[in-house]
């Protein structure tokens, strides 16, 4: 069992930075990949960013690439989500994500077991 608990989110303007993090703790969460996804009210939920640790390298969505940065910090079991240039559309609640360490994204999203009680984004313009 692995426990995620986000924090950091809150209300902004439009092209404001917010940074979220995410804290990790359990039976080996470092065995994880962690991702981020929000769900907006109506929407389904949608990955944003995902970490793959061993081989280095993340994803993003299209519509964050250039503006998002997820980064992990392994000795303290932490994942942020830097968010810069916010806008009015990444209003959402966000939520942490521990899965499998699949590469192809779809996979991953159908293998996370593990998820966090999100944090709500909402971006004003």
């Known amino acids: 069992q692995v426990q995620l608990e986000e924090s950091g989110g809150g209300s902004a303007q439009a092209g404001d930075s917010l940074t979220l993090s995410c804290a990790a703790s359990g039976s080996n969460p470092q065995s994880y990949c962690y991702g981020w996804f929000r769900q907006a009210p109506g929407k389904e939920r949608e990955p944003v960013a995902i970490?793959?640790?061993?081989?280095?390298?993340?994803y993003y969505s299209d519509s964050v690439k250039g503006r998002f940065t997820i980064s992990e910090d392994n000795s303290r079991n932490l994942v942020a989500l830097q968010m810069n240039a916010l806008k009015p559309e990444d209003t959402a609640k966000y939520f942490c994500a521990a899965g499998y360490c699949i590469g192809e994204v779809r996979r991953y999203v159908n293998s996370v077991p593990y998820w966090g009680q999100g944090t709500q984004v909402t971006v004003s313009s």
């Open positions: 970490f793959y640790t061993a081989q280095g390298r993340t």
